[in-house]
């Protein structure tokens, strides 16, 4: 299962820094996200597109996850060299294509 | 029971650049005693700068006539006032042009504020930058916050307009008069500010849930644009006009809550930082959510400064397409031709990839089995100046005459190379004041 099948996300910016949230659909969802999208798994699956440390905070009574990667866009994104301008708001789709535990079908519906 | 609502306000703009009507729209109702009309990105003040040094009346956002032509009459016969950063990097200027065209519209008597001292670039002695200036500094403003607008409108200004400021102060100036006056209720005008600041964001824009279907092309070419009912206590019911298609739900809110913010238990605004993680939405009707809980955790010793550094060189960004059988092996082999030709290029200074496949996630891209029908060839690079710049573009261009069969739809452009700096000063050095007009 993937991330999109049970969360939305938003990527955004701030400076240098690569700004992703991901709010789950209801509360087994969120336990799910919350044991899987660990900092490292989400740095390593930013790793390829843009490198460097991830910060993430947990905010359970939204069920939410925010991760915060402050090197990730170096210059911010006008120094970007990606095609065209703001290629980091596609930047939540490496998290939303992570893969998941599974069989949550029955515990959510 | 009916709920008594202190004060109602919505988002007529979301950036600069931003859809007309939803604001029209929100005036024309009379269901918002003020309208927020966010229009100021950070570096959208940096052509702005450039204007008013070439020209002392020019410096305001350039799409101030067509955005408040249709909404200045709505909002005088409804009582709406309108709060807004158009001023760009001249806000006198801006609340001249407003009280110019108020008269045109026949809306003589409307009261024009406008609030500068947002641009510190004279007290760079004092700005703590947290990177080294590597360039021309171009401008440096400050983020002025709620405390600045709120005077004018208690003075009876129908229009505030002003340049750099926090977004979410636009929308929580004309709020906290209405308020109880606690720290958290300022919390809470903040939170609604930041939730309201990007428009269509919080209505069902960008924005995709699990398993369930998209808004439609009708829908996301009408979306209304938020609004919040709002109680003296701060809590607010955020909604959309009846009929005005959209999607306001916990997660929309929700994710635009946290958007951009870092860390949750601290949202830093002028006027306070906001703790995030106790807020709190309830879904009490269709497309309507009930917001309560932000909490006040102090108030900045520092104000935000934003710098724009102009660097040498420019980036060159170019594409040449593909199409019919072998597109996408064409394109590839283009591609790796254009690599060979300018092997030369430090790598860290030159990027080449195809549109449709890997021109945004890069690496991360997720690969398909099934080929396009068509792709781009893009490459950026990083040049010295327009010479080097005309090399790269020829390059490109070359690959018609010598490089696989069929390149197309050739396009390229140039970017200044602007670097945004984060800095800090004491805001005790930051003295807001305001300009009237009257129409």
């Not at chain 1, 994104?77 to 990606?82: G, M, N, Q, T």
């Not at chain 2, 209304?224 to 739900?249: K, Q």
């Not at chain 2, 102090?298 to 170019?318: C, E, H, M, N, Q």
Request: hydrophobic share 45%.
């Amino acid at each position: 299962m993937k991330v999109f099948e049970i969360a939305a996300g938003r990527a955004g910016d701030k400076g240098d820094a690569l700004d992703l949230t991901i709010v789950a659909r209801d509360e087994a969802a969120y336990e799910v996200l919350e044991r899987t999208l660990t900092a490292d798994a989400v740095k390593a699956a930013l790793d390829r597109v843009a490198p460097g440390p991830v910060t993430r905070y947990p905010v359970p009574g939204l069920l939410a996850l925010k991760f915060v990667a402050p090197q990730a866009l170096p210059g911010g994104v006008y120094a970007s060299l990606h095609a065209g301008l703001h290629w980091q708001k596609a930047a939540i789709w490496v998290l939303l294509e992570m893969e998941v535990e599974g069989g949550l079908g029955s515990v959510c519906k | 029971m009916v709920a008594p609502f202190a004060f109602s306000v919505g988002c007529g703009a979301g950036f600069a650049g931003d859809r007309i009507d939803p604001a029209v729209a929100l005036a024309r109702s009379g269901q918002v005693d003020a309208i927020g009309l966010e229009c100021l990105a950070e570096r959208t003040i940096v052509p702005a700068i450039r204007a008013r040094a070439a020209n002392p009346e020019a410096g305001a956002d350039p799409r101030l006539r067509r955005r408040l032509t249709p909404l200045l009459p709505p909002a005088r016969q409804n009582g709406c006032k309108i709060i807004s950063n158009l001023g760009a990097a001249n806000p006198p200027a801006a609340g001249r042009a407003i009280a110019a065209l108020a008269r045109e519209l026949d809306c003589q008597g409307m009261r024009i504020a406008a609030v500068e001292g947002d641009d510190v670039t004279g007290l760079l002695n004092h700005i703590a930058w947290t990177e080294k200036l590597d360039g021309q500094l171009i401008g440096a403003h400050a983020y002025i916050g709620a405390d600045a607008l709120v005077g004018p409108l208690a003075e009876g200004a129908d229009v505030v307009v002003c340049g750099r400021a926090a977004d979410s102060a636009l929308f929580a100036a004309p709020l906290l008069p209405h308020l109880d006056g606690s720290p958290d209720s300022l919390a809470a005008a903040l939170t609604i500010g930041h939730l309201l600041e990007c428009s269509g964001q919080l209505t069902g824009g960008n924005f995709e849930g699990p398993g369930e279907p998209p808004l439609t092309a009708e829908e996301l070419a009408n979306l209304g644009y938020p609004l919040a009912h709002v109680m003296a206590d701060g809590s607010a019911e955020l909604t959309i006009l009846d009929g005005a298609p959209g999607r306001v739900d916990r997660m929309t809110c929700t994710v635009q809550l946290l958007y951009e913010v870092h860390d949750p238990a601290a949202y830093i605004t002028p006027d306070a930082i906001v703790d995030f993680t106790t807020v709190r939405f309830q879904q009490i009707g269709r497309n309507r959510v009930r917001m309560t809980g932000p909490t006040h955790r102090g108030v900045p010793p520092t104000l935000k400064v934003s710098g724009f550094v102009a660097r040498r060189g420019i980036i060159a960004d170019i594409e040449i397409g593909f199409a019919g059988t072998g597109a996408y092996e064409r394109t590839r082999r283009a591609a790796d031709t254009l690599r060979l030709r300018l092997s030369d290029w430090p790598e860290t200074n030159i990027r080449i990839d195809i549109v449709g496949v890997n021109s945004i996630l890069g690496g991360a891209s997720v690969p398909t089995n099934a080929l396009p029908a068509e792709a781009r060839l893009h490459v950026s690079a990083i040049c010295t100046d327009e010479a080097h710049a005309l090399i790269v573009e020829d390059e490109v261009y070359a690959l018609t005459l010598s490089g696989p069969a069929a390149g197309a739809g050739v396009r390229s452009e140039r970017r200044a190379r602007i670097d945004t700096l984060t800095g800090f000063i004491p805001r005790e050095l930051v003295k807001p004041t305001v300009h009237w007009s009257v129409a």
